[in-house]
Nanobody
């Protein structure tokens, strides 16, 4: 069982930057897709960035051009660089991953099977 742990959240002023990291509890193999989700207060969780094993990325329109997802190495599976932060970016941020050939063959990058506990990002105006 692989556990994912986010770090790097915090409080910043609008226009500022943060870098989130997602660390696995052990070396990960067979990671096909890595994701960042967020859940603003009182709203549903949304997928904001995805990176596949071939390096291709997909972003939600709300973060495109401001956020960058990238792969890590060893136990850091992936990062989320967040620039030009806005108050509406305030949310709990979750990292996730699709791990395992069988699961990937069934679901592709449509649904993660491993999740972190979340890290809070608060952006003040």
């Amino acid at each position: 069982q692989v556990n994912l742990v986010e770090s790097g959240g915090g409080s910043v002023q609008a226009g500022g930057s943060l870098r989130l990291s997602c660390e696995a509890s052990e070396d990960t193999y067979g990671v096909y897709c890595m994701y960042w989700f967020r859940q603003p207060p009182g709203k549903e969780r949304e997928e904001i960035a995805t990176i596949e094993s071939d390096g291709s990325t997909v972003y939600a329109d709300s973060v495109k051009g401001r956020f960058t997802i990238s792969e890590g190495n060893a136990k850091i599976t992936h990062y989320l660089e967040m620039n030009s932060l806005k108050p509406e970016d305030t949310a709990m941020y979750y990292c996730a991953a699709t791990v395992g050939t069988r699961y990937y063959s069934d679901y592709g990058c449509s649904a993660p099977n491993y999740w972190g506990q979340g890290t809070q990002v608060t952006v003040s105006s």
